[in-house]
């Protein structure tokens, strides 16, 4: 079944290679990705479009959420799962565009905890170091949200604690998701941890690959039978 | 005053794994079935690999009627019971929509506990406080309606009892079935075979359970491509085999099954001589009487309590078929929890995996071995399987090896290991007790202002001394294969909501400690028979699903031939 790769991975993954599959970030970006034949679930081949335009804007509003409360979102996301020398993490996911969006439907019940929770962050970084929770240096930062985690602040929902599973729950999510939901962003989520993307079907040669299979990029909603666009139908 | 609608014969609440069954051969005999079901249709193009959806935002295209009459839960009649939530879902086909598919066989043992433990041990041996009975008879009773079932809806495995012969590649526990599986057992994998490997040189026999999943073409529907998300995901390709796509729709083609969705089921009615007349129903705004020759209660363990209880009546003033206090009874949650689980120094090639592929392990399960120095009856089902998902998957432990659950250190393990851990799935022979109940929570209300049910239950010392012996054999079971950390989970307390949720309305011979006969129907109310797992008095050690099936089909068959003596 040949198929249109209607996803816009225009180019690798900015991921360095990882210790554990040396070999596989260099050859996607030998192969350029973009242009190269990706083998499908069952040995079918997924053709990928060959050059296309420029790569679509991406658009990012904030549907619940202020300005200053994803300020501080997006540092104590940062702070869970890191950018760093391994690599991107749930900023480049943009966990936090995940989360407002979340909050702003499926999630809504867990508004206010995130309302109060950011809240309490800001007022604890500038009543007790000094200034913004965004100009704290990083070590700052850190030991804020392990004192969360360590139920030892206080003004959250339900608790301190709470909040922190809470607050590492959705950006594990944001980072995780399939990008349809506005996380995950250009694969980086499942390419930290290796899982080579969603497949119509698996063959044993699929399986035997595991990891080593090249990421293949590709949304639930990159396929026919799954995505409600009506062209697109089966 | 509800509005009153043309009469049926049956009125089948609840089209789910258990009703969605009974409806085929109730359909194929001519009798006019109403299936009255809380949530709607879904169709293959509902389904996707989305784990976000499937598996953290619990399917919100489907109607959550359970949602909102969660049980409430305490350990013991002293504890304040709490809400939590629902493992079902309501739409046609029910939770068979997308459980894990399981489609086990009890083995013999489960069908008659206290007799065969008296049998080989002499008495004593069962708990104290424990109310178990033998079924009111035994597996090969069963035989014929697993048969059917497996063959209706289309069931893989590999058998290990043929009439007898024994055939090490299945479980040489099962009892003897008349004919192979219709269908090959799901493939192997490298970590079913790393696993299965393992378990050969410990002496034990490892093999493929069964499955209610297509593994080749069968009657029209495609087999399994192993894509994963199998795990509270529905099938695009219907190969997992839901009542919705296969039991159901051929009862339709038959014109004697009339489904109607959204329907609320709040009363079973009942006239003056304490017959059975019909089920009072919401859809919308509206509020209708089905009448009903014949009424199936088919709505999941603590529904189909539930219902009871809130249909008290002049002729049932404690609820209904409730004259000698037994609904509610002999009620417990299959002991499912309490795993064990590992990490390994290579990846185990599970990302396209599913929790129905596996390597399962019968030996120390029921009374497969020898309990003559324990300290317990029952056992354990050992399941390695293959599930493994990129969301569930960063939430693994670093077992002790990072200092927190988050930053740099923890995202380089996770970045390691997201496919070199595995969590197995321990199901443990569970008994019913005297202390172990359900009834109507006294204060928490579903939106309709009706009680929701409470249950009241705690795992006892020989539920947990099976955890800790399972947890020991699991451990031994994947350090043979290579393990380098394990972790093991408490041992267990209250019985939460499951969904493998037993008893309340317990089959057997004696009416003053059983609601249902050995027929499925109601010693108090003869026209009102019950299906699901419900009505079992066993766990066994292995998902329901099969039995229950077996079990509504078993009913529905006495129904069809037994019309007047049931229905007049």
Redesign the interface.
């Known amino acids: 079944m040949a198929q249109k790769n209607r996803q816009r991975s225009t180019s690798a993954p900015a991921a360095e290679p990882q210790p554990a599959s040396p070999g596989r970030r260099n050859l996607l970006k030998g192969a350029g990705l973009v242009g190269a034949a990706a083998l499908g679930g069952s040995g079918t081949l997924i053709a990928q479009q060959g050059a296309e335009p420029a790569q679509p804007r991406i658009r990012e509003a904030l549907e619940v959420l202020t300005a200053a409360e994803v300020e501080t979102l997006e540092i104590l996301c940062d702070l869970l799962i890191p950018s760093d020398e391994n690599g991107p993490g749930a900023r480049e996911a943009r966990a936090a565009h995940y989360i407002d969006r979340a909050l702003a439907g499926p999630d809504a019940e867990d508004l206010e905890a995130f309302r109060i929770g950011l809240a309490a962050i800001e007022d604890y970084a500038r009543r007790y170091r000094g200034r913004p929770f965004a100009r704290l240096i990083r070590d700052r930062q850190e030991s804020i949200l392990l004192a969360l985690q360590q139920n030892k602040l206080d003004g959250f929902l339900p608790s301190a604690g709470g909040f922190f599973d809470l607050l590492r729950n959705h950006a594990i999510n944001g980072t995780f998701c399939d990008p349809y939901y506005g996380g995950n962003r250009d694969f980086v989520g499942w390419d930290m941890i290796r899982y080579p993307g969603v497949r119509i079907g698996a063959s044993e040669r699929d399986v035997e690959l595991g990891a080593d299979l090249p990421p293949n990029h590709q949304s639930a909603y990159d396929y026919p039978p799954y995505t409600k666009t009506g062209g697109n139908r089966a | 005053m509800p509005r009153r609608l043309a009469g049926a014969d049956v009125a089948i609440v609840g089209l789910g794994a258990a009703g969605g069954i009974a409806s085929l051969p109730l359909a194929r005999a001519g009798m006019k079935v109403i299936g009255l079901e809380a949530g709607g249709w879904l169709s293959?193009?509902d389904f996707?690999?989305?784990?976000?959806r499937n598996n953290?935002?619990n399917w919100?295209q489907a109607v959550q009627k359970a949602a909102g009459e969660a049980p409430t839960v305490r350990a013991t009649a002293a504890d304040r019971a709490v809400q939590g939530g629902h493992p079902m879902m309501n739409a046609v086909g029910g939770t068979s929509m997308h459980y894990w598919a399981q489609s086990w066989r009890l083995n013999p043992w489960d069908f008659r506990v206290v007799s065969a433990t008296r049998e080989r041990y002499g008495p004593g041996r069962v708990p104290a406080g424990s109310t178990v009975e033998d079924w009111p008879f035994d597996h090969t009773e069963l035989e014929p309606f697993y048969d059917r079932v497996e063959y209706a809806i289309g069931v893989s495995g590999q058998a290990g009892n043929v009439q007898g012969e024994i055939d090490s590649r299945g479980n040489i526990f099962e009892g003897p079935r008349r004919r192979p599986y219709p269908m090959r057992p799901l493939?192997a994998?490298?970590f079913t075979e790393l696993m299965g490997d393992a378990a050969r040189r410990l002496g034990w026999n490892p093999f493929q359970g069964p499955a209610a999943i297509a593994t080749e073409a069968y009657d029209g529907r495609p087999p399994c491509?192993?894509?994963?998300?199998c795990n509270r995901g529905g099938c695009?390709l219907r190969s997992k085999s839901s009542t919705a796509f296969t039991a159901i729709p051929k009862a339709l083609e038959t014109g004697n099954l009339e489904v109607v969705p959204y329907a609320r089921v709040i009363r079973v009615v009942t006239d003056n001589d304490g017959r059975v007349t019909g089920v009072e129903y919401l859809k919308g705004n509206e509020h209708f009487f089905q009448p009903a020759r014949v009424v199936l209660l088919a709505s999941y363990t603590y529904e189909n309590v539930r219902l009871l209880l809130l249909s008290a009546s002049a002729a049932f003033p404690d609820g209904l078929a409730n004259h000698a206090g037994q609904v509610g009874r002999h009620y417990l949650s299959h002991h499912q929890g309490a795993p064990v689980t590992a990490l390994f120094d290579r990846?185990?090639?599970?990302?396209?995996?599913l929790p129905a592929q596996g390597a399962a392990i019968d030996e120390w399960a029921d009374d497969n071995f020898d309990h003559s120095g324990l300290d317990f009856i029952g056992g354990a089902n050992l399941w390695a399987h293959t599930d493994r998902r990129?969301?569930s998957?960063?939430?693994m432990s670093t077992f002790g090896q990072t200092a927190?659950?988050?930053?740099?250190d923890w995202?380089?393990f996770?970045?390691?290991n997201?496919?070199r851990g595995n969590s197995s799935y321990l199901q443990k022979t569970t008994l019913p007790y005297e202390d172990n109940y359900l009834d109507l929570d006294p204060e928490v209300k579903d939106p309709f202002g009706l009680p929701v049910i409470r249950i009241t239950a705690r795992y006892h010392d020989n539920e947990l001394r099976i955890a800790r012996f399972a947890q020991d054999r699991m451990e031994q079971w994947y350090r043979e294969a290579g393990a380098t950390r394990i972790i093991r989970s408490g041992l267990g307390n209250a019985m939460g909501a499951s969904t493998h949720a037993y008893g309340g309305t317990r089959m057997g011979d004696n009416a003053e400690t059983n609601v249902v006969d050995r027929w499925g129907f109601c010693h108090e109310a003869p026209n009102l028979g019950i299906l699901g797992a419900s009505v079992m008095g066993t766990s066994g050690a292995r998902n329901p699903t099969l039995t229950a099936q077996a079990l509504a089909w078993r009913t529905a068959d006495y129904l069809a031939n037994n019309w007047s003596a049931v229905a007049e």
């Open positions: 293959p193009r996707g690999p989305d784990e976000l953290y935002r919100p493939r994998s490298p491509q192993y894509h994963g998300f695009h990846d185990l090639h599970n990302w396209y995996g990129p969301m998957a960063a939430r927190r659950n988050w930053g740099s995202k380089a996770i970045m390691k997201a496919d």
